[in-house]
């Protein structure tokens, strides 16, 4: 089995994801419209370097099965969970407004040994 598989096995939480973090006309944030996704999320503290070489404390680890963003946003749940939760459609929503949609401080997509298709994906939150 090949650790794309693996991964995909292990996946089975249900995640939110806002891709595509760009500045809006007002200077705030905006994001393409949230898509469902599914992870393996990790509750653990970790120290991570940004992209920018600042030490930042990550509260989660992420394995994913897709490519993420940077300054995109990860929020535990499904898109009909989140709709219940905050009494209005995702797609109506900034995640930079719901507490529990974190930011995505840095992305690690590692090769494995011999191979240029196969990967292992992270988001740290």
Sequence with gaps: ??????IEKVCVQP???WGNPRMGPH???VFDPPVQIKVRWEEKLN??????GREKVSKAKVLVTQDL???GRLYLGSLKELEVREEK???NLNPCDIPAAHEILRFDKLPMIR???EFVRSAYL
């Design 1 to 6: 089995m090949s650790i794309e598989k693996f």
């Design 15 to 17: 995640a939110v994801y």
């Design 27 to 29: 200077g705030q944030l």
């Design 47 to 52: 120290i991570v370097t940004d992209s920018e």
């Design 69 to 71: 963003e940077v300054e």
């Design 89 to 91: 459609s995702p797609v």
């Design 115 to 117: 191979s240029k298709k």
